[in-house]
């Protein structure tokens, strides 16, 4: 599986508070052989918290990406989310049924994305490792902060990813500051203190 190309926009964030936007704007029915094949939603992710974003973003800026789902994948996050924060109040998921027809994913898409939007506008539900996960944060990446990483679905996974931004946020401004006051082989000559 592949990274989602994450891009900046120009959308303004309907859920502020939250910093993130969910939407199922679309599907897409991917044939396989022999008359096989299942269908993904399409999972717009408009935010501008820093878990989605690369070095190359700055703190300001919106980004959005795509996020391809089976009704599979949907049904798992959504027990997780449902078995985790029970008083959350989501729609029901819809029905599974043997043969999935037009009408069946029209409707399909219509509940997720009443349920991502729900997810969205809640505070806990939009910070939590459960929806991390979901969405495909860059979990596997190498920790900068040189700590053990948690497991995804701990509760301490959001503490350590905010650690780990912040602990690569204080490295580029230090760099950044070090590379304008003067060179390294001035530095190592002891022109200038070293300060932690």
Known sequence: MHSPAVLVTSRRLQN???GLDLTVPQHQEVRGKMM???VEYQILVVTRLAAFKS???R???VVQFLVSKKYSEIEEFYQKLSSRYAAASLPPL???VLFVGESD???RRAVFNEILRCVSKDAELAGSPELL???GTRGSAPCPSGLPRPELGSAALWEHVHSCLCS???SARLVRQVASLTSLAGWAEGGLPLRA
């Open 16 to 18: 502020a508070h939250t």
């Open 36 to 38: 096989s094949g299942h």
């Open 55 to 57: 070095a190359k973003h």
């Open 59 to 61: 703190p300001e800026d």
């Open 94 to 96: 819809p029905r599974k």
């Open 105 to 107: 994913i029209r409707e």
């Open 133 to 135: 996960e979901f969405l």
């Open 168 to 170: 690569l946020e204080v």
